[in-house]
Nanobody
Framework: VQLQASGGGLVQAGGSLSLSCAAS????????MGWFRQAPGKEREFVACMRYSGGTTIYADSVKGRFTISRDNAKNTVYLQMNSLKPDDTAVYYC???????????????????WGQGTQVTVSS
């Protein structure tokens, strides 16, 4: 499986960005998808995830109400729409995928088998 993340950039606080993650090599629709981020000097942290079916989503408390994860199985792509961005959202954002996993495990980086290369998001104050 290969994942290619894109869409990062520099934005002012309060602005929006949309990230994309294109998957290839497996039956995308059967795999759960997640977004994580890692700021300098910090551990990789969970942002959001979506079930393979698209019916269930989970968000970190820090992004709930501002970020939206979605997927288009026909395009093998998962998205992360980020609104009302804050300087604390500055990080490298990674998409990841795993075969169907227990919902409670989807917040853990160790649950994911494949990772994209990351895309930088910088939010200026």
């Amino acid at each position: 499986v290969q994942l290619q993340a894109s869409g990062g950039g520099l934005v002012q606080a309060g602005g929006s960005l949309s990230l994309s993650c294109a998957a290839s090599g497996r039956t995308f629709r059967d795999w759960d998808m997640g977004w994580f981020r890692q700021a300098p000097g910090k551990e990789r942290e969970f942002v959001a995830c979506m079930r393979y079916s698209g019916g269930t989503t989970i968000y970190a408390d820090s992004v709930k109400g501002r970020f939206t994860i979605s997927r288009d199985n026909a395009k093998n792509t998962v998205y992360l729409q980020m609104n009302s961005l804050k300087p604390d959202d500055t990080a490298v954002y990674y998409c990841a995928t795993t075969p169907r996993m227990a919902l409670s495990a989807l917040r853990l980086p160790s649950s994911y088998n494949y990772w994209g290369q990351g895309t930088q998001v910088t939010v200026s104050s």
